[in-house]
């Protein structure tokens, strides 16, 4: 079942002269992990624009094809409307965190759209915990570290109970611990709660190993996309300039030095444990 599917997608900004992307057509089934991924300006973050309808309700432009989100139109239905079953997630969460204490700011959402007060604080308290934000919630947003104010970020969305979570680049400010501990909590909602994930990272490194698929995007098109192992491993990938993981990229060097490993590991892990095995033949 397709949760979001564009046809013949093309946007050009108000003040553009060209399209951001152009002729998309993409499906994305319920449950999947998806990352975007590809050279900067290349159209990921214009693309995941229209999945909550800040394009082009917000953003304005001229948008031509088709769009559908959870079975909504985009162009038929306002963004606090699509808001309700699609969640954003922005790189920078100073952009995202403004109340004086984080329940607060997990709360928001919840309170403009009239939820009611028992169901709120139910709502946000599951929201912190399974963030592992619950002990911050009396703190203020500007007094966490970065990993913190991602993950009350993350949280505030989550409250709102989404079928479809969006995050672009939500590590970009972050040390690489930080952003493991990003990742181990987008792949439990993925995992646990069955929520789609659509992740626009550069950092493949630490997160291929969650996706179930990998989309590459060049010159505002759709150039690669498939099962991560199949669409890292490529040339294509690699002449294109996405950060192929360190460990594929080892798997490459070795198969041409004659050394086969049980298919292209994408962690350093996975990397460790075939090459004891072929070691232990």
Not at 36 to 43: L, Q, R
Not at 99 to 116: C, I, M, Q, T, Y
Not at 234 to 246: D, N, Q
Request: a negative charge.
């Amino acid at each position: 079942m397709a949760i979001i599917e564009a046809k013949r997608l093309t946007y050009t900004y108000p003040i553009g002269e060209k399209p951001a992307f152009r002729d998309v057509n993409l499906e994305i089934k319920k449950g999947e992990f998806v990352i975007i991924t590809g050279p900067s300006g290349c159209g990921k973050t214009t693309l995941c624009r229209c999945f909550n309808g800040l394009i082009p309700h917000f953003y304005g432009g001229r948008l031509e094809g088709e769009i559908t989100v959870c079975g909504l139109n985009v162009r038929e239905h306002p963004t606090y409307e699509i808001a309700q079953h699609v969640g954003m997630v922005f790189q920078n969460p100073e952009n995202q965190l403004f109340a004086l204490s984080v329940e607060k700011d997990v709360a928001f959402g919840l309170e403009n759209l009239g939820v009611p007060r028992e169901e709120i604080r139910k709502r946000v308290d599951w929201a912190l915990k399974i963030t592992g934000t619950y002990e911050l919630r009396n703190r203020a947003p500007y007094e966490l570290s970065g990993g913190q104010q991602q993950r009350v970020a993350i949280a505030s969305v989550l409250a709102m109970n989404p079928e479809v979570i969006v995050l672009d680049e939500p590590t970009s400010f972050l040390d690489p611990i930080g952003a493991e501990q990003i990742f181990d909590v987008i792949n439990s909602l993925n995992k646990d709660l069955g929520i789609t994930i659509i992740l626009v990272e550069h950092r493949l490194d630490l997160i291929s190993k969650y996706a179930s698929r990998v989309i590459v995007m060049q010159n505002g098109q759709i150039v690669l996309d498939g099962n991560p192992r199949e669409v890292l491993v490529s040339e294509e990938a690699r002449l294109i300039g996405v950060g192929i993981p360190k460990a594929t990229l080892l798997y490459k060097i070795l198969k041409l030095r004659g050394i086969s490993l049980n298919g292209p590991p994408l962690s350093s892990d996975e990397a460790c444990r075939s090459i004891m095995e072929v070691m232990s033949r």
